[in-house]
């Protein structure tokens, strides 16, 4: 029904449908004629300056843009959405259609799990960026310098969660909107990183601001290098996932140096327990093992079709990124309340 109504808009109002190839060939690949297994539909439909669609693939695009999809398997996939081939079932048909792709958020998919654990960790975030804003300057030795220090980490959480889920819940769309949010999401991860870093070095470094400088200084070089690499188009498909993984990773080690700088100037037992560093090591941890999980694809990988839903490696480096975010900010804020509790004072031998 939906095609005869397409056709008849077509041979009268001259509509124009555009398509772009690799959507059509992923639709298309869906429309095998329910009676003649492994036929496809051999009537062809063209409209005017449109590519030439059968009936079949006209529906489904009338079914996608009125919600009535359904999920389909990996191996029927078109290539640029293929990513995880151990996640058998449950995946989203190509949807060009921003209205469907958001409307997907409430149906349950491959990336329903991706798509929730980092919104949901977008709204925490959120507030907590807002409430530590909003927070009374009588709490803070220096206000200003403070508040932009804690900004400068909740603007790259916010960022990177925000990136995370619109990447998950569009990528569907079409390849070229896949490939746009893909950069956006695996840039959102550096600036989480790199905004990360600049309240652990204030309050680390606090009476020693020349080597905080430095380290500030490398890490902003190192987060816009992987800025400038995940633009490369290639770096976002399925072949360099190990890659990925040791772009970030490598992002995150450069921290080992101010670490044991602060470890060793300092002694071990103040920097783990003045220095909060039993917090940061927990937040190395989750994020080190949500990568590692995320390159092997670990579990699905030894149990095919078992977690295509839900506990997937995808999610738990999701739900891991946002755990580790917020270890490292209770860390910093314990920072904080020491630099308060001392009133701003300095002493010769100590870097905090």
Not at 38 to 58: Q, S
Not at 76 to 94: I, M, S
Not at 117 to 145: D, K, S
Request: hydrophobic content about 45%.
């Amino acid at each position: 029904m939906a095609s005869r109504k397409a056709a008849a808009a077509g041979q009268g109002n001259g509509l124009r449908l555009e398509v772009v190839p690799s959507l059509r060939s992923g639709l298309e690949s869906l429309c095998v004629h329910p009676g003649r297994e492994g036929e496809r539909e051999a009537l062809l439909l063209v409209l005017p300056g449109a590519f030439a669609l059968t009936p079949c693939t006209l529906s489904l695009l009338f079914w996608v843009w009125e919600g009535r999809w359904r999920v389909i398997p990996y191996d029927v996939l078109p290539d640029w959405l293929k990513d995880n081939d151990y996640l058998l079932h449950g995946h989203r048909p190509p949807m060009p259609s921003f209205r469907a792709c958001f409307k997907s958020i409430f149906r349950i998919h491959t990336e329903t799990g991706n798509i929730w654990t980092h919104l949901l960790g977008f709204v925490l975030f959120l507030c907590l960026g807002i409430l530590t804003m909003l927070r009374p300057n009588m709490y803070f030795m220096a206000p200003l310098q403070e508040k932009v220090v804690f900004g400068m980490f909740f603007l790259g959480a916010v960022l990177c969660l925000s990136f995370s889920w619109l990447f998950h819940t569009v990528y569907c769309h079409s390849e070229k909107v896949s490939r746009t949010f893909s950069k956006l999401d695996y840039s959102g991860i550096a600036l989480l990183i790199m905004g990360s870093f600049v309240p652990w070095l204030y309050y680390s470094f606090y009476c020693s601001p020349q080597p905080r400088l430095i380290y500030l200084s490398i890490v902003c070089v190192l987060g816009i290098s992987a800025i400038i690499v995940a633009q490369w188009d290639r770096f976002a498909t399925p072949k360099h996932r190990q890659t990925r993984a040791g772009v970030f990773l490598g992002l995150g080690l450069s921290g080992v140096v101010p670490t044991m700088h602060f470890t060793i100037a300092e002694g071990f037992v103040k920097a783990t327990t003045v220095g909060q560093m039993g917090w940061f090591f927990l937040m190395a941890v989750m994020y080190i093992t949500g990568a590692g999980l995320y390159a092997a694809r670990i579990p699905e990988r030894f149990f095919p079709g078992k977690f295509d839903i839900w506990f997937q490696s995808h999610q738990i480096f999701h739900v891991l990124v946002v755990a580790a975010a917020f270890v490292h900010f209770y860390g910093v804020s314990n920072l904080q309340e020491f630099r308060y509790g001392l009133e701003g004072g300095c002493t010769d031998d100590s870097l905090l």
